[in-house]
């Protein structure tokens, strides 16, 4: 998916369904046997929280850059996440990951 500027972004973003646990575990599990699609809805159902990261960042960092760099690591945390455990949800590692991910944008920022 292709935007053309942060607020469209944010605009298709809230948009997206959310996944309920039991379609991601399953999305995660087709992801796991080698279904490509699988992990590009398990990115897609995941693009609201990168929005709402993105939306909480400082004014000044709020660029189309920052907007693929949080994608990127919604993908590598999609690919190092464990979805068979039960102790954490990966709502909850990407919310870390993100947070991670835009601290990094304000400090190579400066």
Known sequence: MIFISVEDFLTKANTIPRLNRSEERALAIR???????????LIYSYLPSVAFHVRRAPESIR???????????????IDRFDFLQDSETFAHHLSWCLRQCITKCIANQT
């Open 31 to 41: 992801m796991i046997d080698g279904d490509d699609e699988a992990k590009k809805k």
């Open 63 to 77: 660029t189309l850059n920052t907007v693929y760099t949080c994608i990127n690591a919604l993908e590598k945390a």
